[in-house]
């Protein structure tokens, strides 16, 4: 089973852009869910393959009364609508007081989310993007039942601290204490920095030694280019060659380095990487 769960801790980092560029960029099938509390964007950014509006009623809302009499992870893709560039996605909710209609749900996705990879029908990874968490925060429900946490961060020094903070939280909440390097818990707790390229390498290094020095249980997995450009044009906002821009380079690096490390756990690949423009940013 696979749930790969993105989450910031506070601010815009851009995990909206950082799930949309791993999804359209994954080694095999996968499935792009807006699981923010708080609302989704890419009903409001990004065209559906038909060319019109994706349909606001049909994502997190629909899968909502779905779930409420059972959920089959296969009755996941009755929830789907795919983007212009090929991408599926279950759009997420249109503002945060629907999140009520979604309580005590939470486990029951977390849990269907995670078997996808497992259908004999349409298996496919599911790469959710959370938004923003703190401790009361729904979403973290999904959490128990990923195979990884992924914290995007961008890399000023308070964002730091914040991530550093945020991942010793989410260790003692999931895995019940302190870690230290060589003792990473499940789900394996990542973070991901949002950077520039010319400074990725010195700044993974310090970020690591600060995550160790805390018993974060966390370390950094890998980097995404900070590509404005490139985040326009995944968003359908801007031409150009997607596929040749830096966040694209770099989201597909870090979805090989993770799948290479992490896959062979998972289920037998389905389906190649995904082309075009996907998705927003946020």
């Known amino acids: ?4 769960a993105l989450a910031a801790d506070k601010g815009s980092p851009g995990v909206t852009t950082a799930a949309v560029a791993l999804a359209a960029v994954w080694p095999r ?22 060319g019109g509006q ?19 992870p296969d009755q996941l893709w009755d929830h789907v609508q795919p983007l212009s560039g090929g991408l599926e996605v279950v759009t997420g909710l249109g503002i945060a007081e629907q999140a009520a209609g979604l ?4 486990p029951t996705l977390g849990q269907a989310f995670a078997a996808l990879a497992d259908s004999p029908n349409a298996p496919a990874d599911v790469i959710a993007d959370c938004g923003r968490i703190s401790g009361d925060t729904p979403a973290v429900e999904l959490f128990p039942h990923a195979a990884l946490v992924l914290l ?31 003792s990473l818990g ?42 404005t450009a490139g985040a326009e044009q995944l968003a359908g906002r801007r031409r150009g060659r997607l596929d040749k821009s830096l966040l694209i380079r770099s989201a597909r690096k870090v979805a090989a380095d993770l799948y290479q490390q992490y896959g062979a756990a998972w289920s037998v690949p389905q389906q190649g990487p995904i082309t075009g423009h996907a998705g927003a940013g946020r």
């Open 103 to 106: 309580a005590g749900l939470w």
């Open 1 to 4: 089973m696979a749930l790969i």
């Open 54 to 72: 994706l349909n606001p009623n049909i994502g997190m809302l629909s899968i909502a009364a779905t779930a409420r009499r059972g959920l089959v």
């Open 186 to 227: 499940n789900p394996v707790i990542g973070v991901v920095l949002v950077a520039d390229p010319s400074d990725a390498g010195k700044l993974v290094n310090q970020v690591n030694d600060m995550l160790v020095h805390a018993q974060t249980g966390a370390r950094v997995v890998g980097t995404i280019a900070d590509d």
């Open 152 to 182: 995007i961060s961008r890399t000023e020094p308070e964002a730091i601290a914040r991530v550093r903070d945020r991942a010793a939280a989410l260790s003692a909440k999931l895995h019940g204490g302190p870690r230290g390097a060589a």
């Open 29 to 50: 099938r996968s499935l792009l869910v807006e699981a923010d509390p708080a609302g989704g964007d890419l009903v409001y950014r990004s065209a559906a393959a038909h």
